[in-house]
């Protein structure tokens, strides 16, 4: 006799009565029922993710704008030092011609001191110049690889968007 809802006869892929089949089975529907759970947090971070990569790439683009008009601005610094700098030269010039040969004029110092202090300076900013210009050039590596790693990232993102999706 047999009532219904009995087990007739039981199919397992080992001796002990194991079923691999119905565990995968049962371990791809807590997958898929999680996937549905979370589908649409996921693709809302990956949209998050990837206004973050392009936010962070205009940041970066905006940086090097306001690096290249301190970069004018330190060039016109730079001129006028400079004129001051060819000034004092002139002026040192005027002040050796007026010392008499053997004797000190302590101006002469003073102003020769000045000037080395101004040539330090304009070298300080000629090389602070130099540097923020590589910086802030769209053709050289600091703009390139802000520019990949956005490109990267949402590559990456559109990849596991799409594995979502799947």
Do not use: C, F, H, W
Not at 52 to 80: H, M
Not at 104 to 112: F, R, S
Request: no cysteine; charged share 15%.
């Amino acid at each position: 006799t047999v009532s219904k809802g009995q087990t007739i006869i039981s199919l397992s892929s080992n001796y002990k009565g194991g079923n691999a089949a119905s565990v995968q089975r049962e371990i791809a529907q807590t997958q898929y029922q999680n996937a549905l759970d979370t589908y649409g947090t996921q693709v809302d971070l990956i949209q998050n993710q990837k206004s973050v990569a392009t936010a962070s790439a205009e940041q970066a683009q905006q940086t090097r704008d306001i690096s290249r008009k301190s970069v004018n601005e330190t060039g016109d610094l730079i001129n006028a030092n400079q004129a001051q700098l060819d000034q004092m030269r002139q002026q040192l010039a005027a002040l050796q011609l007026l010392t008499p040969p053997g004797t000190t004029n302590p101006q002469v110092a003073e102003l020769q001191g000045a000037i080395n202090q101004m040539q330090a300076g304009i070298n300080q900013l000629n090389q602070a110049n130099r540097t923020a210009e590589y910086q802030t050039a769209n053709t050289n590596a600091p703009a390139l690889v802000a520019n990949l790693q956005k490109d990267i990232a949402i590559k990456q993102l559109d990849v596991q968007e799409k594995t979502l999706q799947m």
